[in-house]
């Protein structure tokens, strides 16, 4: 298990949901950053006639890769190792915490600044760096939040989406040095440049992750808009990258491609504003850089995922759309699914590193509208592979037994046409006469959800009583 | 077996097929990058130097203005249009290349080293890309990276015939070539949208990018 989730939330999935309902900041702060992403992200992906084919091009350069990982595997570690990098292998999390914590001890550092890195949570890093005694400084803004509220990432784009400005505002009072003197956002943003700036500058050890690692030369591109990954990758005497093995590509001109669609649909701006390729130590005559670089290349489930089938998520980009337009994501936040990364992506993958029996929830909480995969930038078929968890979990009898006696009972009204019918207009009825206009604001048993949303009021007729009805007008 | 070994073992195991041949491999890699001039943004203008000009100040790039000189020899004129439209001093950590410090700086306070709180940097970017409107600096002896993320005010040289069309361009300009530490690619101002997604420019970066572009097809500099 990934030391990262050693603090997850102890309650179970339906608690966290519940917590997470029943908090109406939570619902504001989430829409008030969902919407704006969705909102650009179409207008960048309208501006783009290229996006469809391009989009194709991205799944097939992916596809591409994870065929043949291991041969990229091994050409990007003899490219960077020429460049002067050490390359380490981990296969697990606690593995790869292990080497970094090494690596800080040997280089006798003690103060780490770090730009975020998902693969970093993932693996638990924070937590082991605290653990090793290091002074941690997360230098993205948003981690710098996350760290300063004591809580975890609840969004992989934008990790503190939780927290409303008024909150984050009260913590930067409390722990700035010169704290902003008004809740504006620009005069918090100042405040934590401020505050951040000695770290950079005193910095012994910098970590970043990898959106790409380029294998014919050995780089590894790290993409932001803060400029902290620069600051914190060329100030200490050490650089360490800790990255996903399937972030591999073969050269720039495939990083290209799909640092196009990793943009538009993160952000929806067209690049960041700074994409830096981080290849090998200083070099000689340089006038900055570390002295030492080193590449931590992490397994942590990958292989296991193209064993377990779903071998589409290494083609995943980290770039959180799916969430945006997740109507499940929208309501509950990031933490109620408990794993390091939320939404549906995190869905399909959160079964892979904790196991299927700790999270067969998660594929369960998914209305299999279909929208992730629409706005995936590489279509990874979400739906398909939270079915197929749903399948595995029930095939393994992990269901709790009041589900199957439930289903059960479904069943056998299933294949009773008349029962069927009978039943569901029966309940069709009885939630109209719950709902005003077209909504329901107080449902009986689901009273967690409407507190602070409404449930849409079903249609009139059920389906096969709309259809009859047609039927019967026809034929007169 | 060490865990290197292992973890190529079970890619190979789990992928359930046969490794390919290498050439194959880079024939398809090939055809792959050959493919992405299908899907490429459209240009604005067809001339590079417009296009990169227009996309520079266009609402996509952040905190960025421009300004045309004929000849390098104007660079600090043109800096000190700037330093004054935005009431700085004249004090500036400037770029330690060879084709810059030839320049008459009188009236300037400059320094090659940078400071943590610099105020104006000055430096001669080694591309530019119209597709994006974006700076590509190459780290070594002449040019230091913290030259584009230390100072408030990051003014940026860029000679017209090395403004490329799109970003695969500027894989194709390097093919070959020994990569240095970093490449930069540098697009504007930074900036964050952390807190309830809304964007505010200088974050941890410079909170200003000023573009000179030096067209030896210009008679007249002129700015916007
Ligand atoms: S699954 Fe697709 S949409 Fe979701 S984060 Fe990954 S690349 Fe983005």
Redesign the interface.
């Given at each position: 298990m990934p030391a990262a989730l050693d603090d997850a939330p102890a309650a179970s999935f339906k608690q966290r949901v519940a917590a997470a309902l029943a908090n109406p900041d939570l619902k504001i702060?989430i829409d008030?950053?969902?919407?704006?992403?969705r909102q650009k992200r179409e207008a960048a992906v309208a501006d783009?006639?290229?996006?469809a084919?391009?989009r194709d091009?991205g799944r097939?350069?992916k596809d591409?890769v994870?065929?043949?990982?291991?041969?990229y595997?091994?050409e990007f570690?003899r490219n960077a190792a020429a460049?002067g990098a050490k390359v380490h292998?981990?296969?697990t999390a606690s593995?790869a915490c292990d080497i970094v914590i090494d690596i800080c001890r040997k280089t006798k550092g003690h103060t780490v600044t770090r730009s975020k890195s998902m693969l970093g949570e993932e693996i638990g890093l924070p937590h082991a760096l605290d653990d090793a005694g290091l002074n941690r400084v997360e230098?993205?803004?948003?981690e710098h939040?996350v760290q300063l509220a004591h809580d975890r990432p609840s969004h992989i784009i934008?990790?503190?989406?939780h927290?409303?400005?008024e909150d984050?505002a009260a913590l930067f009072r409390e722990h700035h040095h010169t704290p902003p003197n008004s809740d504006d956002?620009?005069a918090?943003?100042?405040s934590?440049?401020r505050e951040?700036?000695?770290s950079?500058?005193g910095a012994d050890i910098g970590i970043s992750g990898a959106n790409f690692l380029i294998a014919d030369?050995g780089?590894v591109c790290t993409v932001t808009?803060?400029?902290?990954a620069?600051?914190t990758t060329?100030?200490p005497r050490v650089h360490i990258v800790t990255a996903g093995?399937e972030k591999l590509v073969?050269?720039?001109?495939?990083a290209?491609?799909l640092?196009?669609l990793l943009v538009r649909s993160a952000?929806g701006?067209?690049?960041?504003?700074?994409?830096?390729?981080?290849?090998?130590?200083?070099?000689q005559?340089?006038?900055?850089?570390p002295d030492e670089f080193h590449i931590v290349?992490v397994?942590n489930g990958r292989?296991?995922m193209?064993?377990e089938g779903i071998?589409e998520m290494l083609r995943c980009l980290r770039c959180g759309a799916c969430m945006n337009h997740c109507v499940v994501f929208n309501e509950i936040g990031g933490h109620a699914y408990g794993g390091v990364y939320p939404g549906p992506m995190g869905a399909a993958m959160t079964p892979v590193f904790d196991g299927l029996k700790a999270s067969r929830d998660l594929p369960s909480a998914c209305t299999l509208n279909g929208r992730c995969q629409e706005v995936c930038p590489v279509d990874i078929p979400l739906p398909t592979m939270l079915r197929g968890w749903r399948e595995k979990s029930w095939a393994q009898g992990l269901e709790p037994q009041v589900q199957r006696r439930f289903l059960g009972l479904w069943a056998f009204a299933a294949s009773r046409p008349s029962l069927y019918r009978f039943g569901t207009g029966l309940a069709v009825k009885a939630l109209r006469l719950l709902g005003r206009g077209g909504w329901i604001s107080n449902l009986p048993l689901a009273s967690g959800w409407t507190r602070y949303r409404d449930f849409p009021k079903p249609a009139a007729r059920t389906f096969w009583q709309e259809f009859d009805a047609q039927d019967r007008k026809r034929e007169q | 077996m060490?865990?290197?070994d292992?973890?190529?073992t079970?890619?190979?195991q789990?992928?359930g097929?046969p490794?390919?041949p290498?050439g194959a491999?880079?024939a398809?890699?090939t055809a792959?990058?050959a493919?992405?001039a299908?899907?490429?943004?459209?240009l604005p203008h067809a001339d590079l130097v417009e296009a990169f000009a227009a996309r520079l100040t266009s609402v996509?790039v952040?905190g960025a203005s421009v300004d045309r000189i004929a000849r390098i020899e104007d660079a600090p004129a043109a800096v000190a249009r700037y330093c004054k439209t935005h009431g700085l001093g004249l004090a500036l950590a400037l770029q330690?290349d060879p084709a810059l410090a030839a320049l008459d700086w009188n009236g300037f306070e400059l320094h090659a080293a940078i400071s943590?709180?610099e105020a104006i940097a000055v430096a001669k970017a080694r591309w530019a890309i119209a597709?994006?409107g974006?700076f590509v600096f190459h780290?070594?002896?002449a040019?230091?990276?913290?030259l584009?993320?230390?100072p408030m005010h990051h003014l940026c040289i860029i000679e017209a015939d090395r403004i490329l069309g799109?970003?695969?361009d500027?894989?194709i300009a390097e093919a070959g070539a020994a990569?240095?530490?970093?490449?930069?690619?540098?697009?504007?101002?930074?900036?964050?949208?952390?807190?309830?997604?809304?964007l505010?420019r200088?974050?941890?970066?410079?909170a200003f990018l000023h573009g000179i572009i030096v067209d030896p097809g210009l008679s007249e500099p002129k700015s916007s």
């Open positions: 702060a008030r950053t969902t919407r704006t992403a783009w006639p290229g996006f084919p391009a091009l097939r350069i591409h994870i065929e043949n990982l291991d041969h595997l091994v570690e460049s292998y981990a296969a593995e230098t993205d803004l948003a939040i934008w990790p503190a989406l927290h409303k400005r984050i956002v620009g918090m943003v100042a934590a440049r951040l700036r000695p950079f500058l030369s780089a808009n803060e400029g902290n620069e600051l060329t100030i093995i073969p050269g720039l001109s495939h290209f491609v640092l196009r952000t701006s067209d690049i960041t504003q700074y994409t830096t390729f981080h290849c090998g130590p200083k070099q005559g340089d006038r900055d850089g290349l397994d292989t296991r193209i064993r071998k | 060490s865990v290197r292992d973890i190529l079970a890619i190979r789990s992928l097929a490794a390919k290498p491999i880079s398809e890699s792959l990058a493919e992405s299908q899907s490429r943004p459209e996509k952040v330690p943590g709180d597709e994006t974006t780290s070594g002896p040019s230091p990276v913290l584009s993320y230390l799109h970003l695969e500027y894989a990569p240095p530490r970093n490449v930069n690619f540098i697009t504007g101002a930074s900036g964050t949208s952390d807190i309830e997604g809304r505010v200088g974050a941890h970066g410079p």
